[in-house]
């Protein structure tokens, strides 16, 4: 079963700078098969059926000297999101969160979040974006300031090109 480890903040500008190479070493020194990167921003494709979060996270802060909060969806999980009819929208990104949301949480961001986006399986934050990233207040910062948990956002392309090399 393919999974993608998908890592938060790295390599942006000359902060967190984490080597592909490197990372893909790593992950297959902690025993996952089929390692393979994607771009940058750090998403580490594998096969394993099964992953352990705290251990990748443990080992990136051991390896790296930083912490590097991990988000992991497998390849189901990922075809789900591209089915949605929202994320076959034009500007579109999705915010994945490290644990579900609340009814609550889901009320908060309807009250808040302007631009069209539907919440899957309570993980997940697929967004139409009406201004580009960088010009709207709809980022991954706000949808971890606003829920007070962890995410890592893709576009729309790289959620695509990921299940591809799955």
Known sequence: MSHVALLRGINLGNKNKVDMKSLKVLF???GYENVRTYIQTGNVIFDN???NVQQIETSLRDTYGFDIP???RSKEEL???QQ???FLK???YVMFLEKEISDEQ???LRS???DEFVVLNRRNVIINLTKSYHQTKFTNTFFEKKLKMISTARNQNTVNKIILKM
């Open 49 to 51: 059926s099964s992953y």
């Open 112 to 114: 808040l979040v302007d």
């Open 84 to 86: 949605n009819s929202t």
């Open 79 to 81: 075809e789900e999101i």
């Open 106 to 108: 889901q009320a908060l």
């Open 90 to 92: 034009e500007q579109v």
């Open 28 to 30: 297959e020194e902690l």
């Open 70 to 72: 991990v988000v992991v």
